[in-house]
């Protein structure tokens, strides 16, 4: 059967292979730093967290030790698992870009021709950006309503690009890596709220990162892997319905970055409760209520993310980053909901429980204009005996959403604070500078290369003997 369309593949990778620090542009430069940063933070964060904790002793199984032993790609693994294992990374097209795009670049730096040009790394950001970005726009429903995890089965396309970038390979390779990479994917929101999920972005990095260098030493792929009639859109496609007419976005001579920014996580949870976060936490700030008289609180939101929030009594941490009650009444009762308040004894407090069992969800029939999934806003309504309702505002974006972005300072303090969750790594400022370097015309990756390396060293300690190894069968706890 004869490929529809145009060949994308082919004219994605030549267009991907033009691409030149010069074709940055100071919007794309300052959101590439902006995903750096924001990714370094995550990352420090969940260093600790039991899914990195598991592929410590997974990796260290044969005797091996720390870090230096590790291969690209399982530093992109492990980078890219810990990014995500917060569920406090960034989103766009659907998908956790930057959990992946990131590690995958800190993970290669090590094997790269020195020095790395610093505008080189954020290239590579950007042109992973476009690949997932093209490809992703070009289907018209979200993979989630299949129950596909778009992080898991997209980002191996994107990494794949940023790697195919830093590397610098020809139009001809780049096609190949996406080729392969079109193969890799995989991802089942069925595992939400399970240390699955944030492997699905240290997988996708890791894929990605394999296919580029497969395609670097020779190995080949379809010619049109992502628009044949059995390539990546329509095999993955829930409805069969993509978009295979549509010219290359970078036919138009700017990348996506440039006009459509990541937007960034201020709760760890996941992002289809955000708007009813912010909701709650008006409410909290204007006050005016006794918790423990509350006789229902109801939750308006779109059908699709209440079916992603699928926790209404989660048992532990991890479910709770996929529930909806208990993101709404950790905001009603403390007016935050932070890394204090992802933990387990907050999560068993009377209280908290008590208010979770009195939230009923109220799905809407108004859909967002523009983004697929979202309601077109989310609410919180209090209901107390004798007294009227009491309405939060109607919340259409999240706070940090690109079309409400979050300001330097408030940058700033997000990675001071995931800085802080753990000893030991680089202090923010350093941070910081290391990302500030790259956009520096004569800038190199040296300095981010080290962070990267402080941050591995402590996620991935001298591995336990095989021995030992399952003593510390249930990870660190946080």
């Not at 074709?23 to 300052?30: E, F, H, K, P, S």
């Not at 993979?143 to 610098?168: E, F, V």
Request: glycine share 10%; with cysteine.
């Amino acid at each position: 059967m004869a490929t529809p369309g145009f060949p994308l593949t082919r004219d994605l990778a030549a267009a991907l292979a033009g691409l030149r620090p010069g074709d940055l542009g100071a919007a794309a430069t300052q959101r590439a730093q902006i995903a750096f940063l924001d990714t370094l933070a995550v990352i420090a964060a969940g260093l600790s967290e039991p899914a990195v904790a598991a592929l410590a002793r997974t990796l260290g199984a044969d005797g091996g030790a720390g870090p230096a032993h590790l291969s690209a790609r399982d530093r992109a693994l492990v980078l890219g698992t810990a990014a995500h294992a917060l569920d406090l990374d960034d989103v766009a097209f659907g998908g956790h870009v930057s959990a992946v795009l990131v590690p995958a670049i800190l993970a290669l730096l090590p094997a790269l021709p020195q020095p790395v040009e610093g505008r080189r790394v954020l290239l590579a950001y950007a042109a992973g950006y476009e690949a997932w970005a093209e490809v992703s726009s070009r289907e018209t429903t979200l993979y989630h309503a299949k129950g596909a995890h778009p992080t898991g089965l997209l980002g191996p396309i994107g990494a794949a690009a940023a790697a195919a970038q830093l590397w610098q390979l020809t139009a001809g390779q780049t096609a190949q890596a996406l080729g392969i990479a079109a193969s890799l994917g995989a991802g089942l929101t069925v595992n939400f709220g399970t240390m699955t999920k944030p492997f699905h972005a240290g997988r996708a990095a890791e894929a990605g990162v394999f296919a580029a260098d497969l395609a670097r030493h020779g190995l080949t792929a379809a010619s049109d892997a992502l628009e044949a009639w059995n390539g990546f859109l329509q095999v993955h496609s829930p409805q069969g319905a993509v978009d295979l007419t549509r010219p290359l976005g970078l036919a138009g001579g700017a990348l996506r970055l440039a006009g459509i920014a990541p937007s960034v996580k201020r709760f760890p949870v996941c992002y289809a409760a955000h708007r009813a976060i912010d909701a709650a936490l008006a409410l909290h700030a204007a006050g005016g209520f006794d918790p423990d008289a509350l006789s229902r609180i109801e939750i308006l939101i779109s059908p699709r993310h209440s079916a992603t929030l699928r926790y209404d009594a989660p048992q532990t941490v991890a479910e709770a980053r996929f529930s909806l009650e208990f993101a709404v009444c950790t905001a009603l009762l403390t007016g935050q909901v932070g890394l204090a308040q992802l933990q387990a004894g907050w999560l068993a407090d009377p209280q908290l429980r008590r208010l979770m069992a009195r939230c009923a969800r109220r799905l809407s029939d108004s859909a967002d204009p523009v983004l697929e999934g979202f309601a077109a806003f989310d609410q919180v309504t209090l209901h107390r005996d004798g007294a009227a309702p009491l309405p939060s505002p109607e919340v259409a974006r999240a706070l940090g959403h690109a079309d409400l972005p979050l300001n330097p300072d408030q940058i700033a303090a997000k990675l001071a604070d995931c800085l802080a969750q753990a000893g030991g790594l680089p202090p923010a400022s350093q941070v910081s500078a290391a990302v500030a370097r790259l956009a520096d015309p004569s800038g190199t990756a040296e300095a981010l290369a080290q962070v990267a390396a402080a941050f591995l060293a402590l996620g991935l300690p001298a591995a336990p003997c095989p021995s030992t190894a399952g003593a510390a069968a249930h990870g660190p706890s946080r």
